[in-house]
């Protein structure tokens, strides 16, 4: 039997947690740092996720036989190598590959030499040359700052002076840290989330999905993390998910293995239809969140298997099979998110309900209430035969849910209602 230890504190950790505990060789599981929900299914420790140090000697001393990194934030950090160094199995990218999610620079390139569709681009680290370039072209302009900027590294300028303001920010202020700046073509068309277990060129597709990123019914509202997400796309269709596997997941892992920096973990593809078709808009190193929470309650094959045989570079026992299901996930957030918002108020209900609840951002009061903790705080699954019918499920059990202090979407899925 098998002890796991998993790095992270969100949704998405919660559900990779959950997909562990359903599986028959996993005896035992840490998370780091875990919250209020992971505790219920795994032990919590107090370590940081990109406290690499305190992670290692912590899995060295507890005999960890595998580890399952969560946050872009840990590979980036160097989670991954230092696990694989002393010997210890790790589900996760070493920071080498990482670069394809935290270096918008290296991706561009590699899609470049490996004919992977993505838009086109240059890239400056000269604020007056972008400045001049941006001025000579259409707008809106896609500028994207060449790091790790938690989601707020990309900025779509309507015109001139909204481009002028965003590249004095990343270029002469430095807001990100010192840097270069990906200038991008604009494309349009429905986006949408492919998530695939990488272990060198070998990859392992999961379920299509799409996440909502604005903040309020109708895709209006500043940019959040993700509120909400659903599989069964209605607008891709065989054809395109087969063009989506074949000429930018494969062709991505194959790409990394050929410049010596192979995958081994998850490659999430964040990707769009356009009337060019299907076209790369970012790479990310990791699952997704709130994509992992509706894809990995699908799966019935043992979770453990493919983590091990990634982390391992061998080929998992069995074939993975995913239930002939969709699910639609809503998340609760604080009221103000992703702006401003108070933590600490109590949540009534979360506990007892027909629907997977997956914590986001919760802790726990001392006398044992549930206490919200984040700006995205919890996210409500439901499954069904038909998206309609996994969202009116999910969104009943969302609003039994009891804390003023929470808003949630009405329309999640609204592609697919
Ligand atoms: P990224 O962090 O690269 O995913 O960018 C954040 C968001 O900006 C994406 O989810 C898209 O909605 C939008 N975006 C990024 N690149 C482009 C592009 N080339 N054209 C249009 N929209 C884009
Ligand atoms: N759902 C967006 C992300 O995980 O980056």
Redesign the pocket.
């Known amino acids: 039997m098998k002890k796991v230890l998993v790095i992270g504190s969100g949704g998405r950790e919660h559900a990779i947690v959950d997909a562990l505990s359903r599986s028959p060789q996993v005896e035992k599981i840490w998370c780091a740092p875990g919250n209020a929900g992971i505790a219920r299914q795994a032990e919590c420790v107090p370590i940081k996720d990109t406290d690499v140090s305190a992670l290692l000697a912590f899995a060295l001393e507890k005999g960890i036989d595998l580890t399952v990194v969560g946050p872009e934030a840990a590979l980036a950090a160097g989670v991954a190598d230092s696990f694989r160094d002393a010997g210890l199995k790790v589900f996760g990218h070493s920071k080498s590959a990482t670069r394809i999610e935290s270096s918008k620079e290296f991706a561009k390139i590699l899609m470049e030499r490996y004919d992977i569709p993505t838009?086109g681009y240059r890239s400056f680290d000269n604020y007056g040359k972008a400045l001049e370039y941006v001025s000579g072209r259409p707008f809106p302009a896609?500028l994207?700052y060449d790091g790790l900027a938690a989601?707020k590294?990309?900025v779509?300028a309507e015109n001139l002076q909204e481009a002028d303001e965003a590249l004095k920010e990343m270029l002469l202020d430095d807001a990100f840290g010192k840097g270069k700046v990906v200038v991008?073509?604009?494309?349009?068309g429905p986006?949408f989330s492919f998530l695939c277990f990488v272990s060198g060129s070998d990859v392992y597709p999961m379920p299509l999905s799409q996440d909502h990123?604005r903040a309020f019914d109708g895709d209006k509202g500043p940019n959040t993390g993700g509120m909400g997400a659903y599989t069964g796309l209605p607008f891709i269709t065989e054809e395109d998910r087969e063009f989506a596997l074949e000429k930018i997941m494969k062709r991505a892992a194959a790409a990394m293995v050929a410049e010596g920096c192979p995958l081994s973990g998850v490659l999430y593809g964040?990707l769009?239809k356009t009337p060019q078709g299907i076209k790369v808009?970012?790479f990310n190193a990791r699952f997704g969140d709130p994509e992992t929470e509706v894809v990995l309650p699908l799966l019935q094959s043992d979770v453990y298997d493919i983590f091990e045989a990634v982390a391992c570079g061998k080929e998992p026992q069995q074939q993975l099979k995913w239930k002939d299901e969709v699910t639609v996930g809503i998340v609760l957030a604080s009221k103000g998110y992703p702006g401003k918002y108070e933590k600490g108020f109590p949540i009534l209900g979360a506990e007892d309900r027909d629907a997977i609840v997956y914590h986001m951002g919760t802790s726990r009061g001392a006398d044992g209430s549930l206490l919200t903790a984040g700006g995205r705080v919890l996210i409500v699954v439901c499954s069904g035969k038909t998206v309609a019918e996994a969202h009116a499920k999910a969104t009943a059990e969302a609003e039994r849910i009891n804390c003023p202090q929470l808003f949630h979407r009405n329309d999640i899925a609204h592609w697919a209602l």
Do not use: S
């Not at 991008?184 to 349009?188: F, H, Q, S, V």
């Open positions: 838009a896609v994207k989601g590294g990309v779509i991008e073509d604009y494309l349009c986006e990123k964040g769009m808009i970012e």
